[in-house]
């Protein structure tokens, strides 16, 4: 059973930084693509940032230059740096494989970004 557990989040001004992390169990993400998926209020999941298996990342373009996602496979830990930090990155912000996400979903970790 792939258990997926976010943490980190939390009420930031704009244009202040954030990390955020996602620990796994019952899935290794070194030989998995993953990602960071947003959910803003009154809208549908996006996946935001994707860490594929072979090393390359891709970003959503709303977040291209300011936010970075790694992996410290040794932890087996997903991490997602957010930089300059706007009020739309507010959100409840979850990872699993990517870009189809084929795992069940963990809590999430709120972040909110105040103007």
């Known amino acids: 059973q792939v258990q997926l557990v976010e943490s980190g989040g939390g009420l930031v001004q704009a244009g202040g930084s954030l990390r955020i992390s996602c620990t796994a169990t019952?899935?290794?993400?070194?030989?998995?693509?993953v990602g960071w998926f947003r959910q803003a209020p009154g809208k549908d999941r996006e996946l935001v940032a994707r860490?594929?298996?072979?090393?390359?990342?891709r970003y959503a373009e709303s977040v291209k230059g300011r936010f970075t996602i790694s992996s410290d496979y040794s932890k087996n830990t997903l991490y997602l740096q957010m930089d300059n930090l706007r009020p739309e990155d507010t959100g409840l912000y979850f990872c699993?494989?990517?870009?189809?996400?084929?795992?069940?979903w963990g809590q999430g970790t709120q972040v909110t970004v105040s103007s």
């Open positions: 860490l594929h298996d072979a090393g390359f990342a």
């Open positions: 019952g899935i290794v993400f070194r030989y998995n693509s």
């Open positions: 699993n494989t990517a870009p189809r996400a084929m795992n069940p």
